[in-house]
């Protein structure tokens, strides 16, 4: 499984997709980074229970490809 985590970007509005690790580095780092390399400061990144829409068509185009080429379903976004 592509391991992501949609969060809702203050910046922009926008659902990206973290890395599970961005997540879990983002307060020693101070931000954190998506798919898209869109940035967000940890204190900013708030998680969802599943992506709604906005969703950012580079995160999810990306995470799309990477679960096509796992031979996984595109259909689901990662885990949320």
């Not at 995160?59 to 259909?75: I, K, N, Q, R, S």
């Amino acid at each position: 499984m592509i391991a992501v985590i949609w969060a809702k970007s203050p910046h922009d509005g926008v659902h990206h997709a973290f890395p599970v690790e961005a997540m879990a580095h983002a307060a020693e780092r101070g931000y954190a980074e998506a798919r898209c390399s869109h940035t967000v400061p940890s204190e900013g990144l708030g998680r969802v229970a599943a992506p709604t829409i906005p969703l950012c068509a580079v995160c999810a185009y990306t995470v799309g490809e990477e679960l096509a080429d796992a031979g996984g379903d595109p259909g689901r976004l990662g885990t949320y």
